[in-house]
């Protein structure tokens, strides 16, 4: 692409023009090269939350029966620019994790897909800073709607979050729904998460039901789960068959992963992001350990959250604290916190300021089975690359997982767990 870029600049100055930029330039070929995918299905997932989980949890169940690319994480229209001239004719399915972190991002996006299937996770104030409040976010997200409608196509909403459902209106007949709620058209009861972290469930659609036994820590990846269930549904797959390939996703890497080091702690990571709104659904990952003989909260940098910085961190202490036997703030020192001076006192609220210190701490009194939860968007997660048991069951896959990342992502078995 860069010669590709050279060559353009060249020209436009021979021709007295402004030179196009890299983006430019990227945006260009992905959009003539998308028009050579004739024969590929290109499905779109946007939400303030759980579109990650949902995007690898959808090609997990595809790539059993489709030659399949996901592109996740780096989910903005200059990262899919760059994605799309990676795909080729013989990808039958391409899925796009897309963000709407700011107005106008879906329809960017949209333009390059051209999704002609649509999933819609959860609306929260996830990019407070850009929206100013949820019915903003939603009217972005459902811009993804509006284009697969304009396409022909089907989206996928949850029923569970009104502002989800409603944007059945933007679509007239093409969205199918998904949830706990009664009316949901693929529906789930008897949720529940076991101590080894994986999330049951029983499905029903229709007159069918299947019982669901996936690697996902916290009931509220029910979302994910649903939503690749019925997308695949709809294209072709039976809830059994669904179920019986969904036994060997693993969860991705610091989306709520779980890293078990032998002889020592259970470390959950959940660390790519970590908004105001969700922090509650992370902290509530503790309670799926009872029988832990402690449980700590390691608490890093919080983002989108509306007033000032202490109201923040003293919310999220007061999150934190039902869940854990005691909080560690990491990075730079919050503002003061109000009624946290019997923590201070007995080492239950403890501070740190970088990995090093964080690192020793935790190894200096380790519990046999203590669960440790990394939360926020510091990079904690760098922490369980440093752990003297590299080779615990859970860590080397994370290192591999990373780099994959930023680039398409192929084959059939990469979310595969052990069965």
Not at 208 to 214: G, K, P, V, W, Y
Not at 234 to 261: D, F, K, N, T
Not at 368 to 385: F, H, P, Q, T, Y
Request: contains cysteine; proline residues 5%.
């Amino acid at each position: 692409m860069s010669l590709l870029h050279s060559l353009r600049k060249i020209r436009a100055r021979l021709l007295g023009q402004e030179p196009p930029s890299r983006a430019e330039v990227a945006r260009q070929q992905a959009l003539a090269h998308r028009e050579t995918l004739t024969d590929t299905t290109f499905i779109g997932i946007t939400g303030s939350g759980a579109k990650s989980t949902t995007s690898a949890f959808l090609y997990h169940l595809l790539s059993a029966r489709k030659r399949s690319a996901l592109s996740l994480i780096y989910n903005t229209s200059e990262a899919i620019a760059r994605r799309i001239p990676q795909l080729d004719a013989h990808d039958e399915v391409a899925i796009f994790e897309i963000s709407g972190h700011a107005p106008g991002a879906i329809d960017a996006s949209a333009t390059l897909v051209r999704p002609t299937m649509g999933i819609v996770t959860v609306i929260s104030n996830d990019h407070y800073t850009n929206y100013r409040g949820t019915e903003a976010t939603a009217q972005e997200k459902g811009r993804l709607v509006s284009a697969v409608f304009e396409a022909g196509g089907t989206t996928f909403l949850n029923a569970d979050d009104p502002l989800v459902a409603q944007m059945a209106e933007l679509a007239p007949g093409r969205t199918v729904s998904f949830g706990e709620s009664p009316e949901a058209e693929f529906r789930a009861s008897n949720v529940q998460v076991s101590a080894t972290g994986r999330l049951r469930f029983d499905c029903t659609h229709g007159a069918e039901t299947a019982a669901f036994d996936i690697g996902l820590l916290g009931k509220h990846f029910i979302v994910s789960a649903l939503a690749g269930i019925a997308c695949v549904h709809h294209l072709g797959m039976s809830l059994a068959e669904i179920a019986g390939r969904a036994r060997s996703y693993v969860q991705m890497a610091g989306r709520c992963s779980i890293h078990r080091v032998a002889g020592g702690p259970i470390y959950l990571c959940d660390t790519i992001k970590s908004p105001l709104s969700t922090l509650g659904l992370a902290f509530e990952l503790m309670d799926a350990f009872p029988d832990a003989p402690r449980k700590t909260i390691v608490i890093g940098k919080i983002s989108d959250y509306p007033g000032s910085t202490t109201r923040s961190y003293s919310r999220a202490y007061a999150l934190a604290r039902p869940h854990c036997d005691r909080i560690i703030f990491f990075g730079a020192r919050p503002p003061s916190l109000k009624g946290v001076e019997e923590d201070e006192r007995s080492g239950s609220l403890l501070y740190v300021d970088n990995h090093e210190e964080l690192r020793d701490l935790l190894r200096s009194d380790a519990l046999a089975d203590e669960v440790i939860l990394l939360k926020g968007s510091e990079k904690i997660d760098k922490l369980l690359l440093a752990l003297p048991d590299a080779g615990a069951e859970g860590i080397p896959a994370y290192r591999e997982t990373l780099p994959a990342w930023d680039q398409m992502i192929r084959g059939a078995d990469y979310f595969a767990g052990k069965e």
